[in-house]
């Protein structure tokens, strides 16, 4: 367990615990003593003297959310938001001293009873235990080191490194305290945790937002400094700027802060793109339910230019998250814009979604084509299932990519997922184009040819038909829960091709195409663990604009669904929790017969 290594790890420093008024305990029960002084009211302070790197806080996810207010020299360096333990031990966090090494810092705590368990269990520590022992931890999937993770933000390519920075709580496995986690990647897939890249300051937390390579030095930070923009969420919320000389190791926030403000409450998420026909810098900004849209020449100051929304989409709760890419339609030599809407809530089954609306962009106005003309319920999701948000694509991509992820979860339930150490993990990557079918233009999401390099040896199954049911057990010989499959089905008259990937435990996902309805649905209801949150239960359907045929590519890793239709012309992303991996799957036609004519496994594995 990760508590007991904490237990054995050997402390430096000496921590100390006054209790009560004048009277002075010193609790031995833990190596080093330390000592709190309890200051009624649920308030009590800790002094640590020459600390080690790390004061490890033990966190109970039920409890209440205190306050913390770190203060170095009777000047305060920075606050949080921490479920102490109170009752229990779910976890720890560490709250990092180094940069303290040789002073005293005092730390505040607010809104904890003085009978806290959590006061005994306090650890000071020069290393902290990353190591993962999560049974639903993904191998091939970015998620956190330990801790919150929500939004992928500032993506950017620069000297051959993808940046990814997301919206993260150092500080516990829920939402609060929100900072922007980094990671790079050469190749989309190997991540290497780096350092918090941008923490709360006094205008406020750090929200979503974008990066670009300001590669003329528009603003003067530097020649191809990269330019970060964030939303700064104090009791309003407004845009500001950090930047970096040294390929996002380390930020310097403008001092002019904020750049953007409004009188609108939900004003956040900054996207900033270089529109090259105006030779501008375009800023987008989800404001309440629309996109505003800004323009500059030195990305500090900003003009507003339109705004987009009314009469647009759909409109069950805020957007956020705007991207803004121009993207070449397949097949011809067009390229048309995309404006990507993140929704929360009023996705199509409940909670969040990514919504996009196709059009042209002149640098000042986004124009959707076709609002009203679309053959499939208004509007279009860029993925149809329930796991799929905040979908937002790397800027200065090589080879002219457009390549988005998008955070793996829903709203709805991400704070109650059932892992611990860490909540949440990206999509994989995909890569975006259009298509047309019907006189409509659509998004494919492809996975990113980069996922190739993960495969095992590929195991093939000779083509069979399906009359009523096949069965192939053993998918794998050591299934680990990470692999892909890749299907191909001709039909001769079914009306439905279905198919149950699904374990011993019984615990199964369904996914059937209904050939009468052009549907394809995931029914994650018996998938195995469900009841963590009544909305987690879930069919998920998408429309299918390609007749007959169908082609899957799926992607699964340990506690997620990746399918991508038909060569991505539908994406559909759903978690699952299954309590061992599925490794058998259960062919049944309906109405008539089919011929999986291809049928290939590939485990994965990093
Ligand atoms: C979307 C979002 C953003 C916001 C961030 C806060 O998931 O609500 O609008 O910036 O999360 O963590």
Redesign the pocket.
């Known amino acids: 367990m990760i508590i007991n290594t904490f237990r054995k790890q050997l402390a430096r420093a000496t921590l100390s615990i006054f209790c009560m008024g004048t009277v002075f305990i010193s609790c031995m029960a833990t190596n080093p003593p330390y000592t709190v002084k309890h200051l009624g009211d649920n308030q009590s302070i800790i002094r640590i003297e020459d600390a080690a790197k790390y004061l490890l806080i033990p966190i109970e996810e039920k409890a209440e959310e205190s306050w913390i207010k770190m203060v170095v020299n009777n000047q305060e360096v920075q606050s949080m938001h921490i479920r102490l333990a109170v009752n229990q031990i779910d976890y720890y966090v560490p709250v990092d001293l180094s940069a303290f090494t040789g002073k005293s810092v005092l730390f505040h705590f607010h809104n904890i009873a003085d009978s806290a368990m959590g006061w005994k269990e306090l650890k000071l520590s020069d290393t902290f235990d990353t190591a993962n022992r999560e049974h639903y931890r993904p191998v091939y999937h970015f998620s956190p080191q330990w801790g919150w993770m ?2 992928p933000n500032g993506m950017v390519y620069k000297d051959g490194e993808y940046h990814l920075f997301y ?1 993260h709580n150092p500080y516990g496995s829920m ?1 609060a305290n ?1 900072h922007w986690g980094h990671a790079v990647s050469k190749d989309l897939v190997r991540w290497e945790h780096l350092p918090v890249a941008i923490a709360p300051d006094a205008l406020g ?1 750090i ?3 974008s990066a670009v390579v300001d590669k003329d030095n528009t603003a003067g930070f530097g020649k191809d400094a990269i330019v970060a923009f964030y ?1 700064s ?1 104090g009791s309003r919320q407004t845009q500001s700027i950090a930047y970096s000389l040294d390929n996002g190791r380390t930020f310097t926030k403008y001092e002019g802060n904020p750049v953007v403000t409004s009188d609108i409450p ?1 004003f ?2 900054p996207k900033v793109i270089r529109h090259e026909p105006s030779g501008k810098w375009i800023m987008i900004l ?1 404001a309440g339910q629309e996109m505003q849209f800004y323009s500059s020449s030195d990305l500090k100051d900003w003009k507003m230019e339109s705004s987009f929304g009314e009469g647009q989409g759909a409109h069950g709760g ?1 957007w ?2 705007p991207d803004l890419i121009e993207l070449p339609v397949e097949g011809t030599n067009e390229k048309k814009w995309v404006l990507i809407c ?1 929704l ?1 809530p009023g996705g199509p089954f409940g909670g ?1 979604a990514t919504q996009y609306f196709v059009g042209s962009f002149d640098g000042k106005r986004f124009v959707n084509e076709s609002p009203t003309t679309r053959r499939e319920p208004l509007p279009q999701w860029m993925d149809w299932g329930k796991d799929h ?2 979908t937002v694509t790397w800027s200065n991509a090589p080879d002219n990519r457009n390549i988005a992820i998008a ?1 793996m979860s829903n ?1 709805q339930y991400a704070n109650q997922v059932p892992t611990q150490q860490f909540r949440s993990s990206n999509s994989v990557p995909r890569d975006l184009s259009l298509y047309t079918f019907e006189g409509e233009t659509y998004i494919k999401n492809t996975p990113s040819k980069e996922l190739e390099s993960i495969r095992g040896k590929a195991i093939n199954q000779a083509s069979f038909k399906v009359d009523r049911t096949h069965n192939l057990d053993d998918l794998l010989k050591d299934n680990k829960g990470t692999y892909e499959l890749e299907m191909s089905f001709s039909n001769q008259d079914a009306e439905v091709i279905g198919f149950q990937l699904f374990n011993n435990k019984g615990e199964e996902v369904n996914c059937y195409y209904n050939l009468t309805e052009n549907k394809f649905s995931m029914d994650r209801n018996k998938s195995g663990l469900v009841d963590f949150s009544p909305e987690f239960p879930a069919v998920t359907s998408a429309p299918v604009t390609s007749g007959k045929e169908l082609k899957l590519h799926i992607f699964v890793d340990k506690a997620s669904i990746e399918i991508f239709g038909n060569d991505g012309r539908f994406a559909m992303t759903n978690l699952v929790f299954p309590s061992e991996p599925y490794n058998r799957i259960s062919f049944y036609s309906k109405g008539g017969s089919y011929t999986v004519s291809e049928f290939r496994v590939f485990p994965l594995g990093i």
Do not use: I, K, L, P
Request: glycine share 4%; net charge negative; proline share 0%.
């Open positions: 929500n939004d919206q939402w929100m937390a929200f979503s937002g939303t969420a939900d956040r998420d989800a805020v956020e998250c993140n929360n969040s948000y905040a955070w709203w």
